[in-house]
């Protein structure tokens, strides 16, 4: 590869319309030691050629892809993130990265120009492919890259990004290796969020909305910055009602909210196990003692939670309000 210039705005890949992209990730928080894990297990000989980093979705993944990706082509292997190396990275134009990424699903055009990509010789070791989502590939881009997961050119490297892996084509789980990543510290992603948001807000409020989307950053951001009041209101009076004894009007009004919110399967898991922790807590904390009610109470939940997860995990996104309202219904047991 031939030594490219000192210059740090200009892609040279990119024609002068186009916008050159930007990965920064020196804002990364969480992920501490994994990206220089992965390159040391690569040194060593000993990691796969196709990686899939699962994770939930807006914990910074997309972040993290870049700064894995910079650590194998900085000059000194430590993600920088000032070196021409670092920035050729962040700027898109590393001619030995592949990335790919688009908005909605990446169609077989988009497996083709990876296949491209890593058809020809390297002069260089490694060459990266970095995913984005592998997720949001259809069935005929997904079939496409096959031959390739199962036989990538040597020094290749493949990395693919998605928030359920168990959703991910059979044929393609089984060429790759799943490594997970968990989202950052509660406390930092506080803070992290505290720095972002124009107005200021409560701390408590920060950390239930962070609670609520799974310490996803990326959606508590999302909900604190545009979230409408009255979708605030819906998802406070949600979280209110969870924690009510449920019998006549909160039962009805419950169901109502669920029917009209529409809420996703994985979310409104989320937002179940987040009330009933607080419902242990109020328990645990209150001096007088557990009656078996509480218990009850606990345990119904505890099976509501369960078929909400059950629904998340067989891919129902969109949640059977039906099944939720029959479990809702169905009489505490003893
Ligand atoms: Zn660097």
């Known amino acids: 590869m031939s030594r490219k210039p000192r210059v740090r705005t200009k892609t040279y890949t990119l024609k002068d319309t186009e916008t050159a992209p930007s990965r920064p990730w020196t804002d990364l928080i969480g ?147 799943r490594w997970r990543v968990h989202p950052p510290l509660i406390e930092q992603s506080m803070a992290f969020i505290k720095g972002q948001l124009a107005d200021p807000c409560p701390d408590l409020e920060i950390e239930n909305t962070l609670k609520m989307f799974g310490l996803s950053i990326g959606r508590s951001l999302a909900h604190l910055e545009q979230g409408s009041p009255e979708q605030k209101a819906k998802l406070d009076r949600l979280q209110k009602l969870l924690l009510l004894p449920m019998k006549g009007d909160h039962l009805k009004e419950l169901q109502d909210l669920l029917k009209e919110q529409a809420w996703k399967a994985p979310d409104l898991a989320q937002f179940f196990e987040v009330a009933l922790n607080q419902s242990y807590r109020r328990i645990l904390q209150s001096s007088r003692s557990t009656s078996l009610a509480d218990f009850r109470r606990i345990k119904h939940w505890r099976k509501i939670l369960q078929q909400v997860y059950q629904a998340g995990a067989v891919g129902q996104n969109n949640l059977n309000v039906q099944l939720v309202a029959e479990a809702l219904l169905s009489p505490f047991e003893g």
């Open 31 to 177: 992920f501490e030691g994994v990206d220089e894990t992965l390159y040391r297990l690569w040194h060593e000989n000993r990691l796969p050629q196709v990686v899939v980093i699962e994770g939930r979705s807006g914990i910074g993944k997309r972040k993290f892809m870049a700064k894995l990706a910079a650590r194998f082509f900085c000059e000194t292997h430590t993600a920088c993130g000032n070196c021409d190396a670092c920035q050729s990275v962040e700027q898109g134009y590393q001619n030995d990265l592949f990335w790919l990424e688009t908005e909605g699903s990446i169609k077989v055009a988009e497996a083709e120009g990876l296949q491209d990509f890593l058809g020809y010789q390297a002069s260089k070791s490694p060459r990266l492919a970095m995913i984005i989502d592998i997720e949001s590939m259809n069935d005929q881009a997904s079939n496409r890259l096959l031959k390739l997961l199962e036989e990538p050119p040597p020094a290749v490297l493949i990395f693919a990004s998605c928030s359920r892996f168990e959703k991910l084509l059979p044929t393609i789980r089984s060429r790759s290796v």
